[in-house]
């Protein structure tokens, strides 16, 4: 029996509801205040605590977890493991291709004569091309909304999408990414996903017994 977009979206509810008012905030702020204004008020806002939380934060983004959740998933379903890797390499091969065409400058390099009052996090590589988007902003929604469609209490979708944000803040925080870079990479993890889920559910060989077992079973 075809899945169709309507029934995917519906599982998807309590992520997507709150999803759609972080984006329009986000475009609310973007429309009201400057790139400059923005990424000063986030970086202004700092504290020793948040320095040191950051990097764990932000990682949780981070290719390497998603692949780690992957192979997690390989010792009870090939089928999971399979869209979960697989919305990951999608959305990653989308976001990279948007990267380079683009070319960003990114906040290092962008503010460079201006680095003196700029407050850097101790122990951050920062980079200074290829910022928009934010990679790991596309990675963590990506596989945050294949968690909470696989979650049977739909609820999760809401501490999912805000663990999402919260990732995606991290990545200004530590002066890696731009507002944009960020609202945009969530953008392009949701969307893409949201196809790849679809694609995936209607793809009669990922039914079969031979695809619900993992490593572990008989």
């Known amino acids: 029996m075809k899945i169709g977009i309507k029934a995917v979206l519906y599982k998807?509810?309590?992520?997507?509801?709150?999803?759609?008012?972080?984006?329009?905030?986000?475009?609310i702020i973007k429309l009201t205040y400057t790139r400059e204004e923005i990424y000063f008020a986030v970086n202004a806002r700092n504290w020793p605590w948040a320095d040191y939380i950051a990097h764990y934060i932000t990682n949780i983004g981070d290719g390497l977890t998603t692949i780690l959740l992957s192979a997690i998933l390989l010792l009870f379903s090939y089928r999971k493991a399979f869209v979960l890797a697989g919305g990951y390499a999608v959305s990653s091969i989308v976001a990279q291709s948007v990267k380079f065409v683009v070319n960003a400058p990114r906040?290092?390099?962008?503010?460079?004569?201006?680095l003196a009052k700029i407050h850097f996090v101790a122990g951050t590589d920062q980079l200074s091309v290829h910022s928009f988007p934010s990679g790991h902003t596309v990675t963590v929604?990506?596989?945050?909304?294949?968690?909470a469609y696989w979650c049977k209490n739909k609820f999760w979708g809401l501490p999912l999408v805000s663990l999402a944000a919260l990732v995606g803040?991290?990545?200004?925080?530590?002066?890696?990414?731009?507002?944009?870079?960020?609202?945009?990479?969530?953008?392009?993890?949701?969307?893409?996903?949201t196809i790849w889920v679809y694609w995936t559910e209607n793809r009669e060989f990922l039914k079969s017994p031979a695809w619900s077992r993992g490593l572990l079973g008989k």
Do not use: N
């Open 12 to 27: 998807l509810r309590y992520f997507f509801i709150p999803y759609l008012v972080i984006i329009a905030a986000c475009l």
């Open 107 to 114: 906040p290092k390099l962008y503010f460079q004569d201006q």
């Open 141 to 147: 929604f990506s596989t945050a909304l294949i968690l």
């Open 169 to 193: 803040y991290s990545r200004m925080y530590l002066s890696q990414h731009f507002f944009e870079d960020v609202t945009a990479g969530s953008a392009i993890g949701v969307i893409v996903t």
